[in-house]
């Protein structure tokens, strides 16, 4: 299994969503598609996580002693 950068395991994810929205999926095809849906949400939330701390860890090395917060991002601001 190659390893997927975050945007295409999310790209991957948002058809598993548009695929499991669609009512004519039989119940076991849902099954598979929310199973595989759970791992691509889990490798994208591990990537994440694995970015914030590095962002976290430069701002440290950045600040030589200052205080940095870090505030979740929001979209609306964006």
Do not use: W
Not at 40 to 51: D, K, P
């Amino acid at each position: 299994m190659t390893k997927e950068s975050f945007e295409e395991a999310l790209a991957q994810l948002e058809e598993v969503v548009a695929k499991l929205e669609d009512e004519s999926v039989g119940l076991e095809e849902a099954l598979k598609l929310f199973e595989r849906g759970v791992r691509l949400a889990r490798r994208c939330r591990t990537q994440l996580e694995g970015v914030e701390r590095r962002v976290e860890q430069l701002l440290a090395e950045a600040s030589e002693g200052e205080e940095q917060k870090t505030e979740p991002f929001s979209a609306e601001e964006a």
